[in-house]
């Protein structure tokens, strides 16, 4: 891969990318309603946000980790405990390779980019790797099914 164009596509600004728009609920929406939002648009997550301030992100994850207990109470409202508080945020003048860090830092997949306190959207790890692939398509295609494999041997003719 080519360094130099390498560091380009890492340094570009989220201000020069499509963003994901997000699902923006209420805190006070209950968890049953989110999920299901979640699941008709094929969401990964959702922004809770009141008076136009993002105030939490509910994730599959805290559904996983947070509501799949014994007597959950799937009509609470998401502020009642499974809304996690204050996430984490980007904005549009951060870097790809500062979001690249942040997510492997903290595990996340989904980063919400906020702009003076109003939500521009969400920036995605899948949708990061899609802007690697597309500036670097003959790299990205290339690449051996298992890169650290040693053939023993030519195959073929």
Known sequence: MDRVRLQEFMTRRLAELTLVEPLIVTPSTSVKDTVSRMADRSYACALAVENGALVGIFTERDVLSRC???????????NAGVLTLEPSVVTPNHTVGDCIALMRKANYRTLPVVDSGRIAGLVRLQNLLTHLAEAFPDEVLNIPPRPHQVMGQREGG
């Open 68 to 78: 799949m207990v014994e007597g959950f109470d799937w009509n609470q409202p998401l």
